[in-house]
């Protein structure tokens, strides 16, 4: 992938695809192309500061840390997603840890230019404020997935939620996405064996196609509506 095609694709989804072609100009003057291999770190949970990441290729398992546990696999960002604004903005120290899910590639913003970019461009600096609250999102629906009572209805939303077959009220099918049995439950609070039996559930419905160690989502609107579904 040449650093003109990474950021084509950034450009036609996701946030920056919402910016304004002189934002976008600004942002990507000196984003450099940097590759991953599966289980690389983009950066880690009190890491010092250092510079934003928009995926063009591959998959970034976002983990969180508190003082009493962790890291903890939470979510899953693909092509188009942008991780790591926060120091950029002022932020001292990583709050998360993102990891290559398999062989990945980004664009990377370096730290001192897009700090500052955020200073002397007030626009530049909403525009990239507001990844923060797209990670809000994020973590909201994060923690209403993991309030469904129900557990094969809770594996169903938690895997709509980090296939990127649902983003905000929009549902489509995926193309094969990486993640094992043990992610999906370690983001779902449920044993691997539950997850197994609700995928193979899932599957004879119709509505995902399972393989080694990666699965499509065929029938989002279906599985949202067995996810979501009043218990």
């Excluded at 980004?106 to 626009?123: A, C, M, Y």
Aim: hydrophobic residues 45%; positive net charge; charged residues 20%.
């Amino acid at each position: 992938m040449t650093l003109a095609e990474a950021e084509a694709i950034l450009a036609a989804k996701g946030w920056l695809a919402g910016q304004s072609l002189r934002i976008r100009r600004a942002l990507l003057d000196g984003a450099k192309l940097v590759h991953f291999a599966k289980g690389d770190y983009a950066f880690r949970a009190g890491d010092p500061p250092g510079g934003m990441h928009g995926i063009a290729a591959g998959s970034f398992g976002i983990y969180l840390s508190t003082p009493f546990r962790g890291p903890s696999l939470s979510h899953i960002l693909h092509p188009g997603w942008w991780c790591g604004e926060g120091p950029i903005l002022g932020g001292r120290r990583r709050i998360l840890t993102a990891v290559a899910m398999e062989p990945s590639i980004t664009l990377h913003i370096p730290f001192e230019p897009g700090r500052r970019l955020v200073q002397s461009d007030p626009e530049a600096a909403r525009s990239i404020g507001m990844l923060g609250q797209i990670a809000m999102g994020v973590a909201i629906a994060n923690v209403s997935d993991l309030l469904i009572q129900r557990v094969d209805r809770r594996v169903g939303a938690v895997l709509l939620r980090v296939t990127g077959a649902m983003e905000g009220a929009e549902l489509r099918p995926t193309g094969e996405v990486r993640l094992t049995q043990e992610q999906l439950g370690c983001m779902a609070n449920v044993s691997r064996n539950m997850v197994n039996r609700t995928l193979a559930e899932f599957e004879t419905a119709g509505w995902v196609r399972l393989g080694y160690n990666r699965l499509a989502i065929l029938d989002p609107e279906s599985l949202a509506a067995f996810a979501f579904a009043r218990e």
